[in-house]
Every structure is written in C-alpha cells, then in structure tokens.
C-alpha cells in the first residue's frame, strides 16, 4: 500500500486481515513502530490493544534495506520497542531490554554475546520478520494451509481522522 498516491493514502488505512494462525494482522506503512512521525500514535494504539488482548505487536521491515523495527506490548505495558534502521532517532525510539527471542535467533544465526555491537546492529536490521514469527505470525510466513477465519477489511487509521480519507479507493492487487 505505500505506492497508493502521492495524497499521503498510505498513511490514511490498513489492510485488517482475517484471523491468521490465530492472530489479526493490521497491514500498512502507518503501522511502523519506529517511523518517529507515527511511532506515539502507534505506540498508544498497541498497548491499548494489548489491555484488551493481552498481547499486540507492531513491526516494520524495510525490504529493500530499509531495517527493522519492532514494537511488543503485554497487558497494556511496552515489553520492547527497538528500530535497526540505521537512523539517528534509533536510539531514542528504543524502550525495554532485548526479548529472549531478539538473543535466541542471535545465537541461532552465530553471533554471540562476545560480538561486537555493530555485529549485533547489523543483524536486527534484518530480525522483524523472524521476530513476528517467533512471538506471532510472520506475513512472509503465510501459506495455502495457514489456517483462516473471518474476513479482512480495510480500515482508516487515526491520521485520516486527523488529515481526511484519502481520496484514492482502488488498490493494484
């Protein structure tokens, strides 16, 4: 959805899947934990989730480069937020200690805690969709025989509240 218009449209919905693998996937470049113009209003709407829940989660993953960042709250509380996208604003988006699984896929994939920090950096650029497969479901994870319930929709999010629907309805599928 991020090549909708040059109206800002990306920002405006989501893409709500059916239950996947028992979890409801919220799909679009507004749900960036780590993006700083969203990360407050997306950091609001998955512990508030995570009160009615119990868990919700939030991942970017810049498929051409671009990083990753992730975002896991329980019980209305932020377990982690981390971005590995090699920006400046890394450092101050970061909340909580590494989850046992961001240091278990590390020392699945040979690094050890001796590494270097840049050793560590360089690979949680690449660790979003690893991660949202350990703690959920992953959407590159999907397959024929994931099991499915329901139906998806799409939804406008707070910042179409704010900046108006966007004025674009079809999508390239």
């Known amino acids: 959805m991020a090549h909708d218009t040059m109206d800002c449209a990306e920002y405006g919905r989501v893409y709500v899947t059916p239950a996947v693998g028992g979890w409801t996937l919220v799909l679009g ?12 209003d997306v950091l609001a709407v998955v ?4 009160r009615r829940y119990g868990r919700a989660q939030a991942y970017f993953f810049g498929e051409q480069g671009g990083g990753s960042g992730w975002l896991v709250a329980e019980g209305g509380a932020v377990l982690r937020r981390r971005s590995a996208t090699e920006r400046a604003c890394d450092a101050d988006l970061a909340m909580g200690s590494p989850l046992p699984e961001e240091l278990t896929v590390g020392l699945e994939e040979g690094l050890t805690p001796e590494d270097s920090e840049d050793d560590w950096e360089s690979f949680a650029t690449y660790l979003a969709p690893v991660l949202a497969g350990r703690l959920g479901v992953s959407p590159f994870d999907l397959e024929p025989g994931t099991p499915v319930r329901g139906a998806g929709f799409t939804a406008l999010t707070p910042y179409a509240r704010e900046h108006g629907r966007p004025a674009t309805g ?3 599928i």
């Open 170 to 172: 079809a999508y390239a």
């Open 47 to 50: 512990t508030s989730l995570s």
């Open 29 to 40: 470049p507004w749900c960036s934990p780590v993006d700083p113009e969203r990360a407050a």
